[in-house]
């Protein structure tokens, strides 16, 4: 009876759903990370989205609100029984922020893909992540030329503050994408170290 | 929209469910989450949580409700640090 009460509780609770975010400049390689790590095929939504229309004067005379869609990319990876793993591409344009504000809530941390020819297009990733003070990671992808790249440098360009990783990554290759997610977890796990103890506990 | 949602034993049943509602069913035999779901019925999310919010009114599914992991809206530390074993262990 006992060993009943149990199974029952314990499938009441079930695994616990995470996410992290997957974001950087148009083609960078977000859609290629969540496919490499994904244990399903890579999905996607397309979300609708109800923007107000931008740049008229009179909105009384535009009552209606504009409609539009944008795709998302999801993939999933089962960690033991009790843990699923979300992976969630950002859509790239700036202007769909607010779709990151629902993604990046209760998420575990974000990947921040960089292409070294176009750092500056990552410039707008990195800014809302640390206004929203989500943990995340710098992981300059495998493109040609990033072989030999400065981690230093690169942080400098970000401007990045200095416990932020930075870590290259081929978004191809299944293992490199779960090195840079293992450092974005223990990134997070630093992060909610330092806030949940008095500093002299923390590394 | 990550949310996670399972059968209950009443789903086992064979109700006469319509189309969306029996697939929704059928997903989630194993957990599956909202944006799983919209995404097998090409639905956006906010649609598969109006469904899925029938289901669960009528008893046939189950939302988990993940709160003891969060604290301020993050995962905790247990949570985190089950996460960083899991994924080196693989």
Redesign the interface.
Known sequence: MRADDRGKRSERSGPIPLKIVVAGGFGVGKTTLVQSVSEIAPLSTDEPITVASVGVDDLRAVPDKTTTTVALDFGRISVGDSLVLYLFGTPGQDRFWFVWDELVRGAVGAVVLVDLRRIADSFPAVDYFESRDLPFVVAVNAFPGADRFHPAAVHDALRLRADVPVVPMDARVRSSCLSTIIRLVEHALDRSNVVRFPRSFSR | ????V?VTERAGWGHDLQNEYRRIVELARR?V?L??I???LA????VARVLVSDLVDGGFL?V?A?EP??AD?????A??????E???A?
Do not use: Q, W
């Open positions: 929209m990550e949310s996670l399972t957990p989450s944006v799983e919209g995404a097998a639905v956006p999310v906010a189950d988990h993940p992991a969060f809206g993050r995962p905790t530390t949570v985190l640090t089950r996460l960083l899991g994924l080196r693989r």
